[in-house]
């Protein structure tokens, strides 16, 4: 079993989807006009789908995409519409940047700690 696919339900996805690909650099895999955006994510697929395209009662979900660090991320997210919401430092772990996008949905980056053992900076 893999995961194929987590998708946020999105009042205008095309709005969102200019939010994804701009503040965190989602390429495109498929798009369905406006009711559907798909992008290919670590072997994966995340996706936004309009209200009609979702299942029945969908509520909302967090997605953690992994990065290799923060740099301008918090610029890039406020200059695509969206809010930074806070770094958490998980010591040896890694780190969480929260997020909002422009609709509300909360979406967090995930940066592991190095592998040395050395504290990076947020």
Do not use: I
Not at 10 to 17: C, G, S, T, V
Request: include cysteine; hydrophobic fraction near 45%.
């Amino acid at each position: 079993m893999r995961l194929q696919n987590v998708y946020l339900v999105a009042e205008q996805p095309a709005a969102l989807h200019a939010f994804y690909s701009e503040a965190l650099g989602l390429s495109l895999k498929f798009a369905d006009g406006e009711r559907w955006y798909q992008y290919g994510v670590g072997g994966g697929n995340v996706s936004l789908a309009c209200r009609e395209e979702a299942a029945p009662a969908t509520a909302g979900a967090v997605m953690v995409f992994e990065v290799a660090d923060f740099d301008g991320a918090a610029e890039r997210v406020a200059a695509a519409g969206g809010e930074v919401l806070g770094l958490r430092d998980m010591g040896a772990h890694g780190a969480v940047l929260s997020l909002r996008d422009p609709e509300g949905h909360v979406v967090q980056l995930f940066r592991r700690a190095p592998v040395d053992g050395a504290q990076a900076q947020p």
